[in-house]
């Protein structure tokens, strides 16, 4: 077993590459988050409370962002191998060592990853934190730390994140029948199962619970409640993914004419096709563009209640350690998650690409391809991440009874912009890299 494991992820390493690189930056995220905590326990008065509301507000976006993204990507992982784990059995391999091998490889390469990510945000801890804070003196005689023991809760949370994502599909490797696989399209469609709705039936009453403690309370609780209220939003759109973002994608990719370009319709229903995949490149791009300008409409509907309420904004502003805190380690997340779910998928765009430069199509039509699939996952997660946007918005503004209600458009602008930069050099690149290859070998290649 342990020959077939290295064997596997030395043949797949596109795919364990991407999954390796997001769990290391999801330790090195949570190695900072764990940091503040188990500093804050070590020191008494201002310096404590300073700490652990730092913790709290980075807790929250990272813990929400590491969820949506981790189990994104464990998903994938195991659903781009579903035909070799087919294969396997067809030479012998027990079903139940099937699903037994999915597992022991997302654990080794997660464990490793994030324990790797740990390890190097322990050499960066205090220089990073020192910079943060710089405009806060007390931070000079705090000596930020990172126990074994925290550094040991977040390998086995990142691990824990990963293996329950990835748990399903390795028990349908193990279950289904091996020609059953191999008959199946590449891309399995998305359901929503009963889970799926208990754990949104979860969110959508934490969500009203928080909601509610809004109206008729204090601006100072108001003032504490309401950044959770987007990133609620956001977890549930996640949750709900497999109606969301089909439906949406399918509804706005539908408004451009066919007859506009043959390289958009190929992508439009490229994308559409490998649902599992599209939605692996757009839920972290848009938990991105949803927490930012959540963050910052949730801030600048807060300087509105108190012009509004007293004639002067009294100095509100978005500290920028606040800033760096709640949403450093979630866009860094995001980011490469986005990045390595298409250079993972890469390998079934090349064989698209072969199949229509076999059909006639031109160099050119190919590249374009890759372009409009980028627009379509950046667009798509615009389009999502503001309306979680606008729904923490409305209940912000509804709560403090607010005449007017700013959006914070121009930041999920700014986000948006990066991941489609970000997105189009992850497809454009590989697959001018793609064209140099052979038709023939690649349409050959299993």
Not at 186 to 196: G, S
Not at 284 to 299: E, H, K
Request: proline share 3%; charged share 10%; glycine share 8%.
């Amino acid at each position: 077993m342990i020959r077939l494991i290295a064997r596997e992820l030395i043949h797949n390493a596109r795919i364990w590459v991407g999954t390796f690189a997001v769990s290391l930056v999801a330790g090195f995220v949570g190695a900072f988050a764990a940091s503040l905590i188990d500093t804050s326990l070590r020191y008494d008065g201002e310096v404590r409370q300073f700490l652990a509301g730092g913790s709290m507000a980075m807790l929250i976006f990272t813990s929400i962002t590491a969820v949506i993204v981790l189990s994104s990507i464990s998903n994938l992982t195991v659903a781009l191998q579903r035909r070799s784990y087919a294969l396997w059995q067809l030479v012998g391999v027990p079903p139940s060592r099937v699903g037994s091998t999915v597992v022991a490889q997302l654990l080794i390469v997660t464990a490793l990853g994030s324990a790797s990510g740990v390890l190097l945000a322990r050499s960066v801890l205090n220089p990073s934190f020192t910079l943060i804070f710089s405009s806060w003196s007390a931070i000079t005689r705090v000596n930020f730390t990172l126990s074994l023991i925290a550094a040991s809760y977040v390998v086995a949370g990142v691990v824990a994140v990963m293996l329950l994502g990835g748990l399903r599909g390795a028990r349908r490797a193990s279950r289904i029948a091996p020609i059953v696989a191999l008959r199946e399209p590449d891309a399995v469609a998305m359901k929503v199962r009963w889970f799926r709705m208990l754990l949104a039936a979860a969110v959508l009453g934490g969500l009203c619970w928080a909601a509610a403690s809004l109206y008729g309370a204090e601006f100072t609780v108001i003032l504490n409640t309401s950044i959770v209220i987007t990133p609620l939003i956001v977890a549930l759109i996640a949750v709900l993914g497999p109606l969301v973002l089909p439906a949406v994608q399918r509804a706005w990719t539908s408004l451009v004419p066919r007859r506009a370009s043959a390289s958009w319709f190929l992508a439009r229903h490229s994308a559409g096709y490998r649902l599992s995949q599209s939605a692996a490149a757009i839920s972290p791009l848009m938990v991105a563009i949803a927490l930012t300008g959540g963050l910052y409409t949730t801030s600048a509907l807060l300087r509105q209640s108190l012009i509004e309420r007293t004639g002067d904004d009294q100095g509100w502003s978005l500290p920028l350690e606040t800033v760096v805190l709640t949403l450093g380690g979630p866009l860094l997340m995001s980011a490469v998650a986005a990045a390595a779910t298409v250079y993972m998928t890469s390998h079934a765009r090349e064989h698209e690409f072969a199949l229509a430069l076999a059909a006639g199509a031109t160099h050119r039509t190919v590249i374009a391809m890759a372009v409009w699939e980028a627009v379509i996952y950046a667009s798509s997660a615009f389009l999502l991440g503001l309306a979680a946007i606008v729904g923490g918005g409305i209940i912000v503004a509804t709560a403090l009874e607010l005449r007017s209600m700013p959006l914070s458009w121009a930041s999920a602008a700014i986000i948006a912009g990066g991941g489609l930069v970000l997105l189009l050099a992850a497809t454009v690149v590989p697959t001018i890299a793609s064209l140099r290859h052979s038709v023939a070998r690649t349409l050959a290649a299993e």
